[in-house]
């Protein structure tokens, strides 16, 4: 593994490290200025660290325990793959559904694009059907 991908592996664990920790604002300053953000059910890329902020301060909302367990991660010229692992407590309110008190457990592939020694850009596909699974309510009648 070449000194760039070794780097940019570890600017990914920190900054995993610091959302577990809910320092957003030091992991919000590991973003490039113009970030890009890829994510699943929107069509168009979100731009900007504050618009990634605000995601992530939803998520440590509504889990505020989350634990992030790097699984697997490998990286090749400036882009880094990582698969990761979930867990946390629902206790707030998540797109809509209440705090349920239940454990969760869920998983993502990520690929990031590193500029320097700054994260550019993210494409995340979280297995959102599975968490919604686990915090949905009950059918009625069940």
Do not use: C
Not at 47 to 54: A, D, H, K, S, T
Not at 83 to 108: L, M
């Amino acid at each position: 593994m070449d000194t760039t991908t070794e780097m940019n592996q570890a600017l990914l664990r920190t900054a995993y490290k610091l959302v577990e920790s809910g320092d957003l604002e030091a992991a919000a300053g590991m973003l490039t200025e113009d970030f890009i953000a890829n994510v699943p059910g929107v069509p168009d890329p979100l731009l900007g660290r504050e618009v990634w902020r605000l995601g992530t301060q939803t998520m440590l909302d509504a889990f505020p325990d989350l634990k992030i367990t790097v699984q697997d991660m490998f990286g090749v010229d400036d882009k880094v793959v990582v698969r990761v692992h979930f867990r946390g407590t629902h206790r707030g309110d998540f797109q809509g559904i209440a705090a349920t008190g239940r454990e969760v457990s869920y998983r993502s592939i990520e690929i990031y694009r590193i500029e320097g020694d700054k994260i550019a850009e993210e494409w995340v596909a979280p297995d959102l059907i599975s968490l919604f699974g686990q915090i949905s309510p009950a059918p009625a009648g069940h």
